[in-house]
């Protein structure tokens, strides 16, 4: 089976955030859709393991952020590449409250939406929220991101815990460890975390992170 034909499917990028009284999650989600327009519903998937998914169980409602193609790669690593249960994902950032008293940043977001979960169904790795709509609000006229944007234009990779996630199906063509000094070197990437073993002394001009898709100068050395 080619699992390459699943990314002919059409896919947005979104923030999905819940707070249940005690903790706060958000975390990207590319798994976002209306369902219904009588009553207004939407669907998000989230994966099991994301520390939002029992946060948006816990407090029965979320908002949920729609990316534009202004965010930066810096904003879809910190939501889509590190833990809400490790990071206060929105320090340093402009927050604002849903009316169901759900943090969002509309930095690099064109729409909001304030949902009531009222259904969920388990479908193994993930948990799908149905969510009834009970405020809308556009932020900007930015054209939202698309998942084919994210990936052809800002070279963004797939968090393993994506719904769209295919093993080895978008690995970055790094070049070879070698023409070094003959010691092993490491790089961590300040957005990701992921960290590249090479016996270069200097990355690559046209380096990027496999895992959040950034460039050279958001990698550290680190020995």
Known sequence: ???????????????????????????VVNTGLQLTSDPYQVMVAINKENNTCSVVQNAGHFALAVLSEKATMELVGRFGF??????????????????????????????????????????????????????AKVLTADKPMTYEYYHTVLRGKTPPKASAYVEGADASEQPAAGSGDGKLHHFRCMVCGYVYETELTELPDDFTCPMCGVGKDKFEQVD
């Open 1 to 27: 089976m080619d699992k390459k034909a699943l990314f002919k499917f059409s896919y947005g990028v979104y923030v999905v955030s819940a707070t249940d009284g005690e903790r706060t999650g958000a975390c």
């Open 82 to 135: 590190k833990s809400s249960a490790d990071i206060d994902k929105y320090e340093g950032l402009k927050t604002e409250t849903s009316s169901l008293f759900d943090p969002y940043t509309p930095e690099g977001a064109c729409a909001v939406l304030s949902c009531v979960v009222v259904n969920t169904l388990d479908v193994g790795t993930h948990i799908l929220f149905v969510g009834e709509v009970t405020d």
